[in-house]
């Protein structure tokens, strides 16, 4: 008998020891409640991620127990996601983490290849667009607001002590405009610093975690998902490659602010033909940079077919380090001193924000006409939008990068100058984008107005499908209601493509109109409309003021809730659920996203499978609740074919289907589901009607029912019963451990699992491909 890691191997003729690895879900679990048990211990892992057993069970490999019944083992991965209070900093990189879903929506398209690398350029363009917002509207405020408008006028500048050293009143050396330019772009510098390190510390400890090193077998098919691919959760090359051009995008930003502003001055009438001359080189070297900036970024994507360990460190160390020197270029050059230059007006940032804007629109379109192109490849009914899902996604996170740059221009000139009108205040688009937000929220109102009317309706119906499946107990009408309730209320979470549609449509139409309305009138809207009719006129004003007022107060809470987030433990746990749905995918779209932490959660569970079977013959069960079920699924399409086959999985709660099918249809479409079914020895799926989250997974043919369970009572018992004295609660997406039917269902995949003990064979069951019982 060899031996392995975790203890002997199985002897011939033994049915071998069984393991449940148990996987928590969103919120995150303790190892105490998992393994309902108040003394446990750390099999492997660190204060990160860790697998726990029952102290009792801790070297149950070699000590005599009754194998009949697994060891149950609790892999814990909420800390990679809410951990220390570093983590309330990634609510700034939210429009970041948006666009990078966009990435992975794509619709399913074998053969098209083309496609779908156009497909992935056009995002990780819209990405570029928003790490230029962001650093934009650092310039807006540093630069722009501040040191340009504030600073420049005494009247401002008299009213912030703090500003007194760069009034030109003071007349000290700071005073002068390029001076004071040179000395605000510390802000966007230092924020662009930022971005950088949090992207460096995470990618050192996500992308840096490697899988099992394996080579794709020859009769293994990775077409149906590139989640069974080696170098799928290793993207450690490609997040290298876009720090290094995002950074240096952010850098150019600052130095085109600073740069060009002092430039413009300089090929006016009377401007020294010396300065007017290092302008125009300093304006070509910005250029050379944003065309090697965009090379980069369209020269690679991701390379999944194998672990590339390569990290390309020239580019990667010398790209940021070039636009760095450029920004020093660029403060000596505007800190030169210029007779005649004054601050006066603002800083063109209308054309800066109105060319992003424009440029983001154009990026969307093109991406839906690409989607569409690739969805009619093989269309799939279930999938979110018909194949729009990742363009309007992108649409969203655009719109979340406006409102951000627009909140926090807005907040910071009422700050400066609250209602004085001293100093000309943001970009007129940045206020015609605020002035959008109230006609959006009255779309917003009126669909969800339907929705609810939409869920009263089924909710009613819901009624009539209750009181049948309790015919034997007393009706009770408050119970059967809540029963109701719960059930249609479950629903919404399917009309989170209708939602997500109008959305992301009506913004696009809004944002284009304040596009237009900004770059005609240059005004902002209430002057513009102030010749129109009165009506008009009224809704311009009033739109105008509320939403400069409603874009001031959603800055205000995301700051405060940030701030509550980096000291409040529970707070960081509610945006921890946020991450752990939102970072599941790597990083491939943009690299200052918040890490994925399913590069170091589906090795780490890689690991642990391959490593236990190896070592001990034994029987395992992959239990997954909620996201802990993705995380399983995608820990098995990791596994050799051969591994996969002594594996079976357990989900519930699981949106795998529902959500991840939907919205993700190239790599959790039915296609992949189906191979995940047909590679494992058997799989069982559970859900209930109540649960907003888990549904089924619905495999088509004869692999439906075998995966999917009927869906399960809840609650378990509608009145009061001999086993239920009091009434039991409705669970919907939680404790499913509670149900019997979790415990039945497990020891069948474990009967499956034993080769001298077949299962029990439920009629119309049959055998897989392979000749093994399926379920």
Same mark, same amino acid.
């Given at each position: 008998?060899?031996?392995?890691?975790?203890?002997?191997?199985?002897?011939?003729?033994?049915?071998?020891?069984?393991?449940?690895?148990?996987?928590?879900?969103?919120?995150?679990?303790?190892?105490? =409640?998992?393994?309902?048990?108040?003394?446990?211990?750390?099999?492997?892992?660190?204060?990160?991620?860790?697998?726990?057993?029952?102290?009792?069970?801790?070297?149950?490999?070699?000590?005599?127990?009754?194998?009949?019944?697994?060891?149950?083992?609790?892999?814990?991965?909420?800390?990679?996601?809410?951990?220390?209070?570093?983590?309330?900093?990634?609510?700034?990189?939210?429009?970041?983490?948006?666009?990078?879903?966009?990435?992975?929506?794509?619709?399913?398209?074998?053969?098209?290849?083309?496609?779908?690398?156009?497909?992935?350029?056009?995002?990780?363009?819209?990405?570029?667009?928003?790490?230029?917002?962001?650093?934009?509207?650092?310039?807006?405020?540093?630069?722009?607001?501040?040191?340009?408008?504030?600073?420049?006028?005494?009247?401002?500048?008299?009213?912030?002590?703090?500003?007194?050293?760069?009034?030109?009143?003071?007349?000290?050396?700071?005073?002068?405009?390029?001076?004071?330019?040179?000395?605000?772009?510390?802000?966007?510098?230092?924020?662009?610093?930022?971005?950088?390190?949090?992207?460096?510390?995470?990618?050192?400890?996500?992308?840096?975690?490697?899988?099992?090193?394996?080579?794709?077998?020859?009769?293994?098919?990775?077409?149906?998902?590139?989640?069974?691919?080696?170098?799928?959760?290793?993207?450690?090359?490609?997040?290298?490659?876009?720090?290094?051009?995002?950074?240096?995008?952010?850098?150019?930003?600052?130095?085109?602010?600073?740069?060009?502003?002092?430039?413009?001055?300089?090929?006016?009438?009377?401007?020294?033909?010396?300065?007017?001359?290092?302008?125009?080189?300093?304006?070509?070297?910005?250029?050379?940079?944003?065309?090697?900036?965009?090379?980069?970024?369209?020269?690679?994507?991701?390379?999944?077919?194998?672990?590339?360990?390569?990290?390309?460190?020239?580019?990667?160390?010398?790209?940021?380090?070039?636009?760095?020197?450029?920004?020093?270029?660029?403060?000596?050059?505007?800190?030169?001193?210029?007779?005649?230059?004054?601050?006066?007006?603002?800083?063109?940032?209308?054309?800066?924000?109105?060319?992003?804007?424009?440029?983001?629109?154009?990026?969307?379109?093109?991406?839906?006409?690409?989607?569409?192109?690739?969805?009619?490849?093989?269309?799939?009914?279930?999938?979110?939008?018909?194949?729009?899902?990742?363009?309007?996604?992108?649409?969203?996170?655009?719109?979340?990068?406006?409102?951000?740059?627009?909140?926090?221009?807005?907040?910071?000139?009422?700050?400066?100058?609250?209602?004085?009108?001293?100093?000309?205040?943001?970009?007129?688009?940045?206020?015609?984008?605020?002035?959008?937000?109230?006609?959006?929220?009255?779309?917003?109102?009126?669909?969800?107005?339907?929705?609810?009317?939409?869920?009263?309706?089924?909710?009613?119906?819901?009624?009539?499908?209750?009181?049948?499946?309790?015919?034997?107990?007393?009706?009770?009408?408050?119970?059967?209601?809540?029963?109701?309730?719960?059930?249609?209320?479950?629903?919404?979470?399917?009309?989170?493509?209708?939602?997500?549609?109008?959305?992301?449509?009506?913004?696009?139409?809004?944002?284009?109109?304040?596009?237009?309305?900004?770059?005609?009138?240059? =005004?902002?809207?209430? =002057?513009?409309?102030?010749?129109?009719?009165?009506?008009?006129?009224?809704?311009?004003?009033?739109?105008?003021?509320?939403?400069?007022?409603?874009?001031?107060?959603?800055?205000?809470?995301?700051?405060?809730?940030?701030?509550?987030?980096?000291?409040?433990?529970?707070?960081?746990?509610?945006?921890?659920?946020?991450?752990?749905?939102?970072?599941?995918?790597?990083?491939?779209?943009?690299?200052?996203?918040?890490?994925?932490?399913?590069?170091?959660?589906?090795?780490?569970?890689?690991?642990?499978?391959?490593?236990?079977?190896?070592?001990?013959?034994?029987?395992?069960?992959?239990?997954?609740?909620?996201?802990?079920?993705?995380?399983?699924?995608?820990?098995?399409?990791?596994?050799?074919?051969?591994?996969? =086959?002594?594996?079976?999985?357990?989900?519930?709660?699981?949106?795998?289907?529902?959500?991840?099918?939907?919205?993700?249809?190239?790599?959790?479409?039915?296609?992949?589901?189906?191979?995940?079914?047909?590679?494992?020895?058997?799989?069982?799926?559970?859900?209930?009607?109540?649960?907003?989250?888990?549904?089924?997974?619905?495999?088509?043919?004869?692999?439906?029912?075998?995966?999917?369970?009927?869906?399960?009572?809840?609650?378990?018992?509608?009145?009061?019963?001999?086993?239920?004295?009091?009434?039991?609660?409705?669970?919907?997406?939680?404790?499913?451990?509670?149900?019997?039917?979790?415990?039945?269902?497990?020891?069948?995949?474990?009967?499956?699992?034993?080769?001298?003990?077949?299962?029990?064979?439920?009629?119309?069951?049959?055998?897989?491909?392979?000749?093994?019982?399926?379920?």
């Amino acid at each position: 008998m060899s031996e392995g890691a975790d203890g002997p191997a199985q002897k011939p003729g033994e049915p071998g020891i069984a393991l449940e690895l148990l996987v928590h879900g969103v919120g995150g679990a303790t190892p105490e =409640k998992m393994l309902d048990d108040p003394r446990t211990v750390r099999i492997t892992g660190d204060d990160t991620a860790a697998v726990f057993r029952r102290a009792d069970d801790a070297d149950a490999e070699t000590s005599p127990r009754d194998r009949d019944e697994p060891v149950p083992e609790a892999y814990v991965w909420s800390n990679l996601t809410s951990g220390n209070s570093a983590r309330a900093l990634w609510l700034l990189l939210l429009p970041f983490m948006v666009v990078n879903l966009a990435h992975w929506m794509r619709p399913r398209a074998r053969g098209r290849d083309r496609t779908v690398r156009l497909y992935g350029l056009l995002v990780r363009l819209a990405g570029l667009t928003l790490t230029v917002l962001l650093v934009a509207a650092a310039c807006e405020v540093a630069l722009d607001l501040t040191a340009w408008q504030c600073a420049g006028r005494s009247a401002c500048a008299e009213r912030h002590s703090w500003l007194g050293f760069l009034s030109p009143a003071a007349g000290g050396w700071w005073s002068l405009p390029g001076r004071r330019l040179a000395l605000a772009a510390l802000v966007p510098t230092a924020l662009t610093g930022l971005l950088w390190y949090l992207s460096r510390r995470t990618w050192s400890a996500y992308e840096s975690q490697q899988p099992i090193v394996r080579t794709v077998e020859p009769d293994e098919d990775t077409s149906r998902t590139a989640l069974g691919r080696p170098g799928f959760w290793y993207g450690r090359r490609l997040v290298a490659r876009l720090r290094a051009a995002h950074t240096a995008a952010g850098l150019l930003t600052v130095a085109a602010a600073v740069g060009t502003s002092a430039a413009r001055f300089d090929r006016g009438p009377g401007g020294p033909a010396l300065l007017d001359t290092l302008g125009w080189l300093l304006v070509g070297a910005l250029v050379a940079g944003a065309i090697a900036v965009l090379w980069v970024i369209c020269r690679r994507g991701r390379s999944e077919n194998r672990l590339d360990q390569e990290l390309d460190e020239h580019l990667v160390r010398r790209l940021p380090l070039a636009a760095l020197v450029l920004l020093v270029l660029a403060l000596v050059y505007a800190g030169w001193e210029r007779q005649g230059w004054e601050s006066d007006g603002r800083l063109p940032g209308d054309a800066t924000f109105g060319g992003i804007a424009l440029l983001q629109g154009l990026l969307v379109i093109v991406l839906a006409v690409v989607a569409h192109l690739l969805y009619r490849t093989h269309p799939d009914p279930r999938a979110a939008m018909r194949g729009f899902g990742g363009p309007a996604v992108a649409m969203l996170a655009c719109a979340l990068g406006g409102v951000m740059s627009g909140g926090l221009s807005q907040r910071v000139a009422d700050w400066l100058d609250g209602t004085r009108a001293s100093i000309p205040g943001p970009p007129v688009l940045l206020t015609w984008q605020s002035s959008v937000i109230p006609p959006l929220l009255v779309v917003l109102l009126v669909l969800c107005g339907a929705l609810a009317w939409r869920t009263w309706r089924l909710c009613r119906a819901e009624l009539r499908a209750v009181r049948p499946d309790h015919p034997d107990d007393p009706q009770d009408r408050t119970r059967t209601r809540r029963i109701a309730n719960t059930r249609a209320m479950s629903t919404l979470t399917d009309r989170a493509p209708l939602l997500v549609a109008v959305i992301s449509t009506t913004t696009l139409l809004l944002g284009a109109g304040a596009l237009v309305g900004a770059m005609v009138s240059d =005004k902002v809207p209430s =002057k513009a409309t102030g010749s129109t009719h009165p009506f008009l006129h009224g809704a311009a004003e009033t739109a105008q003021a509320l939403g400069s007022w409603l874009i001031s107060l959603g800055f205000i809470l995301f700051v405060t809730w940030g701030r509550r987030a980096y000291k409040d433990a529970s707070a960081r746990r509610t945006i921890g659920i946020l991450w752990d749905v939102g970072t599941f995918w790597p990083r491939a779209a943009h690299p200052f996203a918040p890490p994925c932490y399913a590069e170091r959660a589906v090795p780490d569970l890689t690991w642990r499978i391959a490593t236990w079977t190896r070592a001990t013959g034994g029987r395992l069960v992959i239990s997954g609740h909620s996201q802990g079920s993705v995380l399983a699924a995608a820990a098995a399409w990791q596994l050799t074919p051969s591994a996969r =086959k002594r594996v079976a999985l357990l989900t519930y709660g699981s949106p795998l289907e529902r959500l991840y099918g939907r919205w993700f249809p190239a790599h959790f479409g039915p296609a992949a589901l189906s191979s995940l079914h047909h590679d494992v020895d058997c799989w069982r799926n559970l859900y209930r009607l109540t649960d907003p989250i888990g549904g089924p997974v619905r495999l088509a043919g004869d692999c439906g029912p075998e995966v999917d369970r009927d869906a399960l009572e809840d609650p378990l018992a509608y009145g009061r019963t001999a086993t239920h004295p009091l009434p039991a609660p409705i669970l919907g997406h939680s404790d499913y451990q509670a149900d019997p039917a979790f415990a039945e269902e497990r020891e069948r995949l474990l009967a499956r699992l034993r080769p001298e003990l077949p299962g029990p064979r439920r009629k119309g069951e049959g055998q897989g491909e392979s000749g093994r019982s399926s379920a």
